[in-house]
C-alpha cells in the first residue's frame, strides 16, 4: 500500500506530483510517526501516538525501561492490529488487499533503547511478512 512521503515533516515533491512510499520506507515512516505523536493529540484518533516524550528527563532506571519498552510494544501492536483491521476488510469485501506482503509486519526482532540527559533514543528492528528486515530509528528530545 502506498502513503504520501514525508521529509521533515511536509509532502515530498516528485516527478508529477507528490512522491509515495511502500513497503520497509513506509512502514519506518508510520512507527516514526506514532513514536513521535503525543498520545491523544489527534482528536480524530485518540489512541494515536505515544507518552516517550513524557518520559524524558527522567532518572535512568530499570523501571524506566520497561516502561519505554511496553510503550514502544504498544505503539507497534496498535500499528500491527490496524493493518490486521484493513487486511480483514479487504477480505470480508472481497476487495483486493491494499498491503503487499513488503508491507505488512509480521514480527518485532529487537528493541535497544538508550536514554541520556534529555534524549531518548529507540532502535526498533521488525521482520515484514516478505521476509524484510526493518530498521526503525527514533530520537525523542525535550
Keep these: 500500500?502506498?502513503?504520501?512521503?514525508?521529509?521533515?515533516?511536509?509532502?515530498?515533491?516528485?516527478?508529477?506530483?507528490?512522491?509515495?512510499?511502500t513497503g520497509a520506507p513506509r512502514i519506518r515512516q508510520d512507527l516514526g510517526l506514532a513514536l513521535a505523536e503525543p498520545?491523544?493529540?489527534d482528536p480524530y484518533h485518540p489512541e494515536f501516538g505515544s507518552v516517550l516524550a513524557s518520559h524524558i528527563g527522567e532518572p535512568l532506571t530499570?523501571?524506566?525501561?520497561?516502561?519505554?519498552r511496553?510503550?514502544?510494544v504498544r505503539v507497534i501492536q496498535q500499528y500491527v492490529d490496524a493493518q490486521q483491521a484493513q487486511i480483514a476488510a479487504d477480505a470480508l469485501s472481497r476487495s483486493r488487499s491494499r498491503f503487499s506482503y513488503q508491507d505488512v509486519v509480521k514480527?518485532?526482532?529487537?528493541?535497544?533503547?538508550?536514554?541520556?540527559?534529555d534524549t531518548l533514543k529507540v532502535t526498533i528492528a521488525l521482520k515484514t511478512q516478505s521476509g524484510a528486515t526493518v530498521k526503525v530509528l527514533r530520537t525523542v528530545t525535550t
Excluded: C, N, P, W
Design 39 to 41: 498520545f491523544g493529540h
Design 70 to 72: 511496553s510503550e514502544i
Design 62 to 68: 530499570a523501571e524506566l525501561e520497561l516502561l519505554v
Design 107 to 117: 514480527e518485532v526482532t529487537s528493541i535497544e533503547t538508550s536514554l541520556q540527559y
Design 1 to 21: 500500500m502506498k502513503t504520501l512521503a514525508l521529509v521533515g515533516g511536509d509532502l515530498a515533491l516528485g516527478e508529477g506530483g507528490y512522491r509515495t512510499v
